[in-house]
């Protein structure tokens, strides 16, 4: 839409003040929404406040439109995205005076008030299975919340991706049948195209003009998206199972399989003439297949060694084109880490011949975030973050000197190991503002540690004064590092 240009405004020595629009239309609130949202994108990288405070008004704007307009599909379906695209972004959420999770819950609230309209548009069936995968990683983070309480978020997640799937193959399968109808027909030069009016008939029908909702057509790769993310909801099912100490059943495992084997056999077809989209289709089949393997192995289904082979097999494939791509490498490395914590949390041989495969699976994991750092084109964030898991690996490597793991080049390494680690978390921090805190939190832990003399039982209390935090959110993070196999059990007691 055409945006009037107010730079005249300039030269007038008193500028006249704005006149508050008139809002009559549920097309006149859509605008204005439209606005909000604008320049809430505008502040969003430098004042993260300020660009919630648009959301913010943006959201309003449509709440205001939905009472004069209730079943106006656009209204809601934009009101509800709004809170999808805030929970995408860590900086905007820390600006909120609610928890994450109560500013998912609102979303999914809008979205289903959408859904409530037109309870078949796949666009808002897609949205609202996204945010309930957010609300379902929340809850999972959440000591105090049933993890069943996230597999049922998931599974709803994945009956609306399934219905918004079935939609969307309908709509491809009409698309496609209508192109070959029309191929088929002889095509004259002088005939309009079907459905097109003369703004001269128009006029003379007397009818006035009335907006209407474009509905996108559906293609392969919108079908090639949705599976897509049909496997990643998979995919985070598999990791809180993973995380969770609740007992799994192997009529779960199975199912997982056969309903992922059906998404890669429609990939498999679709992706033919999509050649740009095989690098994504594989790194996601990746992902998934690690995350399946993990909870092969804590399930007792795998052992360690076919674990590892199967994992390396996954992301070595062709399509994958690893060394060149940031993501892949990144997620290569977050795999290998995923195997390391899963043989250190659950051993099933002795835990030396363990240490071995750890050691292995973390230089890897290093060497791969290396690569990954060193790709030209990425941002900051995407640096800090390859930093950050960096540190993360080297204290790992770092903790392999202990019982019972008794590494013996981990211990002949361990100090190198603590500086290493030291400075990717300061690099992290340096790199990214939302990294700040942790990686700072972190680098004192590991500074702290290389201050311990050997047997010295480590103080919490000096880590809290030291990183001049809040003790209760300092203690939090301990326990997090503790959990991601960052720092050793009983370091701190």
Same mark, same amino acid.
């Given at each position: 839409m055409a945006r009037r240009n107010h730079k005249d405004h300039l030269k007038e020595a008193k500028p006249k003040p704005k006149k508050e629009r008139k809002l009559?239309?549920?097309?006149?609130?859509?605008?204005?929404? /439209?606005? @909000?949202?604008?320049?809430?994108?505008?502040?969003?990288?430098?004042?993260?406040a300020k660009s919630m405070r648009f959301f913010q008004r943006a959201i309003d704007t449509y709440d205001q439109g939905l009472k004069a307009f209730p079943q106006d599909l656009d209204l809601a379906y934009n009101k509800a995205r709004i809170f999808l695209e805030v929970a995408e972004h860590p900086a905007l959420l820390n600006e909120l005076n609610e928890t /994450?999770?109560? #500013?998912?819950?609102?979303?999914?609230?809008?979205?289903? *008030? !959408?859904?409530? =309209?037109?309870?078949?548009?796949?666009?808002?069936?897609?949205?609202?299975s996204q945010i309930l995968t957010s609300i379902a990683e929340e809850i999972a983070n959440d000591d105090d919340v049933s993890d069943e309480e996230a597999f049922k978020a998931l599974q709803e997640a994945m009956d609306l991706q399934q219905r918004c799937l079935g939609i969307q193959e309908m709509r491809l399968q009409e698309s496609l049948a209508q192109q070959k109808l029309a191929a088929q027909q002889p095509q004259e030069a002088s005939t309009a195209p079907a459905g097109a009016?003369?703004?001269?008939?128009?006029?003379?029908?007397?009818?006035? *003009?009335?907006?209407?909702? =474009?509905?996108?057509?559906?293609?392969?790769?919108?079908? +090639?998206?949705?599976?897509?993310?049909?496997?990643?909801t998979l995919t985070t099912f598999c990791n809180v199972r993973s995380a969770s100490s609740e007992s799994l059943s192997p009529e779960w495992l199975q199912g997982a399989e056969e309903r992922s084997k059906e +998404?890669?056999?429609?990939? &498999?077809?679709?992706?033919?003439?999509?050649?740009?989209?095989? %690098?994504? +289709?594989?790194?996601?089949? $990746?992902?998934?297949?690690? $995350?399946?393997?993990?909870?092969?192995?804590?399930?007792?289904?795998?052992?360690? $060694?076919?674990y590892k082979t199967e994992r390396d097999t996954v992301f070595a494939i062709p399509e994958l084109k690893l060394e060149a791509s940031h993501e892949a490498l990144v997620d290569n490395a977050r795999s290998l880490i995923s195997?390391?914590?899963?043989?250190?949390?659950?051993? *099933?041989?002795?835990?030396q011949s363990l240490?071995?495969?750890? #050691?292995? $699976?973390?230089?890897?994991?290093?060497?791969?975030?290396?690569?990954?750092?060193?790709? &030209?084109? +990425?941002?900051?964030?995407?640096?800090?973050?390859?930093?950050?898991?960096?540190?993360?690996? /080297?204290?790992?490597? @770092?903790?392999?000197? *202990?019982? %019972?793991?008794?590494?013996? /080049? !981990?211990?002949a390494n361990a100090a190198q190991f603590l500086k290493n680690a030291l400075v990717f978390y300061r690099n992290a921090k340096a790199l990214s503002a939302d990294a700040r805190e942790v990686a700072g939190l972190r680098a004192v832990v590991a500074e702290y540690i290389s201050t311990l003399k050997e047997g010295q039982s480590a103080d919490i209390m000096a880590v809290i004064k030291s990183s001049n935090g809040d003790p209760a959110w300092v203690m939090e993070q301990l326990e997090d590092m503790v959990a991601d196999c960052v720092l050793p059990p009983g370091l701190f007691e």
């Open positions: 009559e239309t549920a097309s006149d609130f859509e605008d204005a929404a /439209s606005e @909000h949202e604008e320049a809430a994108g505008k502040w969003r990288a430098g004042d993260a /994450s999770l109560d #500013w998912l819950q609102r979303g999914l609230e809008a979205h289903r *008030y !959408a859904l409530n =309209v037109d309870a078949n548009n796949a666009d808002t069936l897609f949205n609202t009016e003369s703004s001269t008939e128009q006029e003379a029908s007397g009818e006035e *003009y009335q907006d209407v909702t =474009v509905i996108e057509p559906v293609t392969h790769e919108t079908v +090639i998206d949705t599976l897509l993310v049909q496997l990643r +998404i890669l056999s429609k990939l &498999q077809v679709l992706s033919q003439d999509q050649l740009e989209k095989l %690098p994504e +289709i594989a790194l996601t089949k $990746a992902v998934f297949s690690s $995350a399946l393997l993990e909870v092969g192995y804590r399930s007792g289904n795998l052992d360690a $060694a076919t195997f390391s914590s899963a043989l250190a949390e659950v051993q *099933y041989t002795d835990a240490a071995i495969l750890r #050691w292995n $699976a973390l230089t890897e994991s290093i060497k791969s975030l290396k690569m990954a750092s060193e790709i &030209q084109g +990425i941002d900051n964030d995407e640096k800090s973050t390859s930093h950050m898991m960096r540190g993360d690996c /080297s204290l790992q490597l @770092h903790n392999l000197q *202990y019982p %019972p793991w008794s590494h013996q /080049s !981990a211990a």
